[in-house]
Structure formats: C-alpha cells, structure tokens
C-alpha cells in the first residue's frame, strides 16, 4: 500500500488575457499549495478493474472522478492491465476553487508511477495530467508556480513568506465553467501579478498582501454574494488580505500573527459552516 498526500492550492493572482480557439481562457495566475491535504492510498486490485472508495458523499466514486481519469490514462499511456484501489480521505472542501479533486488526480499519477514503476520524471506526469485538467500540471509539483496558457505551462518560484491563511468556505459550490463564463473581458481589472512576483522573490510579506488579485472574483460574486459578505467579514475581523481562490467560492485571508487567527477564525465560524487555519506549504510537498 502506497500513500500520497494532495494538498489545496490557492490563488495568489488569477488574470486573465483572452479567450482562445479552443473556448478555454489564456490564463496568468501565481498559486501556492497550502497545508490542508486529501490523502490517497494506493493498492493493487486483482480484479483488473479501477476502484475509488471515498470518505465524502458528495465525490463521484466512478469514472467521473479525476483520480479516476488520471488511472484510466496512465494505464493506457504505460500499456498496463493492472486494477487498482483507491483509497480517498477527503479533507480538501469540494468545488471549492482549490483544486482538491485536481489534487487528488495528481497524486494518483505520483503514486502510481511508485506502484508500477513507471520511472516517468514530474515533466511527464504532469503533461499527462494536463489532458484531464488544466490545474492538475500545478498540482503534480506542489509549491509555488507561475502559471501560463490554460493553466499548465509552469515556472516555479519562491515559497511566500510565512505567515497563516484562512480559509472559509460558504455551503455554496460554484461551477468553474460558469465563473469564466460570466468573466466581462472588457471591464476586469488586472492584478498586479508582476509585483506579486517580485513580493515573493523579496521575502516581503507587506507587498504580497497588497499584490492579491483575482478576475474571476466579481463573476463568482454576481451568481453568489455569499462570497463578498464574507470577505467584509474577514477584513473586518482583521486579516491582512483577502481574495477568493480560483473561481470560489472560498475565500482566504492572510494573517502574519499567530495571535489574530484565532479571533478571525471564531468571528467567521458564527456565519460560515467550513472554516481552516493551515500555514502555507513553502517548498515541494511531495510524497
Ligand atoms: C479557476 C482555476 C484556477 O486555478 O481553478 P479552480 O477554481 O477550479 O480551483 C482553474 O483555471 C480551473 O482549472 P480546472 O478546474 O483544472 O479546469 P478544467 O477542468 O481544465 O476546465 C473546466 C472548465 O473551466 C473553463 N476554463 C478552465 C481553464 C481555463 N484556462 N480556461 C477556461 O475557460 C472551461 O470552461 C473548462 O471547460
Ligand atoms: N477527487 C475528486 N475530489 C473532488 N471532486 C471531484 C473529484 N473528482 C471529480 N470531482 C468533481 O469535480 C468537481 C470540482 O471539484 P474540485 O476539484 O473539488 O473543485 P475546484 O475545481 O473548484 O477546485 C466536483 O463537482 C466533483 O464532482
């Protein structure tokens, strides 16, 4: 039995440049994974079959999960006829806006290449993976990236500078099709993702605060203002900044003292039912 550990990302920026041909979005966005994981376990099935046996409900157990998918194609890719079982301990919010089920997918294609020693390098895993989804490249490597294209053409960079983020999640899940769907291409306003590059590359925790910015924030808005009430609520009770992640509708805040985490935490717990203090990872989490 192998196991694999998938962490959430979040968004530190998330613009957007154009449409393309192909009906995805041209993306620019600096994402960071954070400590709050889903756990895969990974064994072999005699049956010759793909099995996913989930601890949350409301995740397919069938060829609509993305670990799923990720199996299925590595098996096709390697020409292997092996079953596989899954064990899938879900702790990552679902369509969330932090790629858990992008996550898990990645670290199904990590842990396989183990069990069948495969021997592809984190290159190939993750362009395999970005035929199933754009996030999942990001979530292969883990840590700190720039992302280009429909989202999976990386450069890695530093680790932010350390500090607490939290995370609330509204009883609310919000299609990512959708969110780009309602973007208005002509009115969004850019984030500063050249100073939020430069922020990380400084250390300096005060400008990355000031560089978070996200296009798909007021789309996800319009559809749920859940999400604009929430982040008054976490302003007010006193984070350093605050965003929605990728296209919502959980929104975070960063928190450099220790000391104010856990009145913001309790402050939202009153009117939001998922709420996590975790650090972010820092560096490649693999394994
Ligand atoms: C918004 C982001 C930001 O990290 O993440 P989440 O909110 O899902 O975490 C990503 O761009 C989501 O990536 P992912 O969830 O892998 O998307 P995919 O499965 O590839 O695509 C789902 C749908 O989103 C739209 N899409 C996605 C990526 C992109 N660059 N342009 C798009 O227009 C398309 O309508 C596509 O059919
Ligand atoms: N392993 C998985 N975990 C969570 N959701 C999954 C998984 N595989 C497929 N899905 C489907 O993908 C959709 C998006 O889920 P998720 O990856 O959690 O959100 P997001 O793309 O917003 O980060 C969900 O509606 C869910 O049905």
Known sequence: MLHEKAPAKINLTLDVLGKR???YHEVEMIMTTVDLADRLSIRPSEDGKIHILSSDRYVPDD???LVWQAADLLRKKAGI???????LDK????AAGLAGGSSDAAAALRGLNRLWNLGLSLDELAEIGAEIGSDIPFCVFGGTSIATGRGEKLRHLPAPPNCWV???KPAIGVSTADAYGRLNLKTMEHPATAA?????????YEAMCRSVGNVLEPATMGMHPEVAMLK????RFGADAVLMSGSGPTVYGLVSS????????NGLRGFCPEVHAVRMLGEIPLA
């Open 232 to 235: 008054d609520g976490m302003k």
């Open 21 to 23: 041909p192909d009906g």
């Open 166 to 168: 939290i995370l609330a």
């Open 196 to 204: 939020m590059e430069a922020a990380l590359k400084a250390g300096d």
């Open 258 to 265: 220790e000391a104010r985490v856990a009145r913001i935490v």
């Open 81 to 87: 006829r092996s079953g596989v079982m899954f064990t």
């Open 63 to 65: 060829r609509r999960n």
């Open 91 to 94: 702790r990552i919010p679902v």
